[in-house]
């Protein structure tokens, strides 16, 4: 039984005596189940079968059975639980499920290596941390903001305390620090290859909500918990690699490759934020004032712009695309990102809007001359500009109809809630609607 785990660098679990399989649902939630460790090797092999049918986004009632396949490589142990989780694909009549959100991204990825590249990932998810008190009159527990030490930041040692947990999951932290917005945070940990990043983006949250539960907060990774409050983005740091080379490195800056890539990112960006800023809530945060990103332009170190080429050469060149939210679904983002700009490389589209000045203080009339155009204001319209981006929809394969039903779904029940509230629909101020619906997830 050992050969099969030795030959990927694990071994059978000796300390856990339950095994989480994890898989995520249609918006990036985890799921799974609980198996005797004794299963493990079954779920390698064979496989757990399982009910699909309530899991957002999957199968109807009439058709559900799935199976769940544990891929070896994930495999890390709770250290605060006694137990053990690893990610898998999910299966179904042996045969990959179409909507199965890793099992796309794996596709995708295998179509970019016969490209010749790999894609590289580096996340920046923010957070906010709250005393609840059985209200949705949130407690701020600390008054800190962006870089604040000691006295304003409050959750210092919880901070700490999850850096200190995330190798346990294979997260390298890196910086942690107080965000602009009061009680608001954010943990970098290292890059990887997009696969195991959008892995290393699920475990992360957990182990942040985990820890914080623990000490007695809530944390969100709402994209916009608080109405004047900074909003939560996840920046996405993106570099291909052709080999052992960096892709994206020229000769004065950025390659052809990487100029192409940010071309077919901002071609596809609005039907691409119904992906990367997946829910009502999201658009709350794209708005004026802010940092996050509202035009589709680009520039070196602007921070106004929505891809912004970071101030690093040599082995680290790389974009960051700025606009995603941690509402998103790793997987399907990725998926989706990669793809759009995999399209600009094939067609070698040129990169349009580019700007170096702050993009907040141009009027109509200059960003018309510059050809800048403005990501979707709602859900609803990104979801228009989805159903008419046959690349994206393309990315997203089998999951594409039951994620464009689902979020339909959502829109139409936030627009009922607003009329029956006798709310316009353009409202800016989070509703309770979105805190119940979103606040946990």
Not at 228 to 249: K, R
Not at 364 to 384: H, N, Q, V, W, Y
Request: with cysteine; charged share 25%; proline share 6%.
């Amino acid at each position: 039984m050992n050969e099969i785990f030795q030959s990927v660098g694990t071994t059978v679990p000796e300390k856990a005596k339950f095994l989480q399989l994890v898989f995520v649902d249609i918006n990036g939630v985890p799921k799974g189940m609980e198996i005797p460790a004794s299963r493990y090797e079954e779920a390698v092999k064979e496989g757990i079968a399982f009910d699909g049918s309530s899991i957002a986004g999957f199968q109807g009632i009439e058709d559900s059975d799935l199976i769940f396949k544990a891929d070896l490589t994930t495999y890390a142990e709770v250290p605060w639980e006694g137990i053990a989780r690893v990610y898998g694909y999910i299966y179904k009549d042996d045969r990959p499920y179409p909507a199965d959100p890793r099992g796309i991204l794996k596709g995708i990825l295998d179509r970019l290596a016969e490209e010749g590249y790999s894609a590289y990932v580096g996340p920046e998810p923010e957070f906010y941390l709250f005393k609840k008190n059985g209200t949705w009159e949130l407690d701020i527990p600390d008054n800190g903001g962006y870089f604040d030490l000691i006295t304003l930041d409050k959750a210092r040692g919880l901070k700490r305390e999850i850096a200190m947990y995330m190798p346990a999951f294979g997260l390298i932290p890196e910086v942690l620090h107080h965000e602009v917005g009061k009680a608001q945070h954010e943990i970098d940990f290292r890059f990887s290859n997009a696969l195991r990043t959008a892995d290393n983006i699920v475990s992360f949250k957990y182990l942040v909500k985990a820890i914080s539960e623990l000490h007695g907060y809530y944390a969100t990774f709402m994209p916009k918990p608080l109405y004047g409050f900074p909003g939560n983005g996840m920046h996405l740091h993106i570099n291909l690699s052709a080999g052992d080379e960096n892709a994206f490195i020229g000769q004065d800056g950025l390659s052809e490759t990487a100029l192409h890539f940010i071309g077919g990112i901002l071609k596809h960006a609005r039907a691409l934020a119904a992906i990367t800023n997946p829910t009502v809530n999201s658009y709350k945060r794209l708005v004026p004032g802010y940092e996050a990103p509202v035009y589709i332009s680009w520039g070196y170190r602007n921070r106004s712009a929505l891809i912004r080429v970071p101030a690093f050469w040599g082995k680290s060149a790389r974009i960051e695309y700025r606009c995603p939210d941690p509402s998103t679904n790793p997987y399907l983002a990725f998926a989706a990102i990669i793809t759009a700009g995999l399209d600009g490389v094939k067609r070698k589209l040129e990169p349009e809007a580019y700007v170096e000045t702050n993009v907040y203080e141009m009027d109509e009339e200059e960003m018309e001359s510059r050809g800048i155009k403005t990501l979707p204001g709602s859900l609803g319209e990104a979801l228009d500009a989805l159903k008419k981006d046959k690349v994206i929809q393309k990315a997203l394969g089998g999951a594409y109809k039951n994620f464009l039903t689902y979020k339909e779904r959502e829109w139409a029940e936030y627009v009922a809630y607003l009329e029956a509230s006798e709310l316009p629909i353009d409202i800016k101020k989070v509703t309770e609607w979105e805190l119940e619906r979103y606040f946990y997830i």
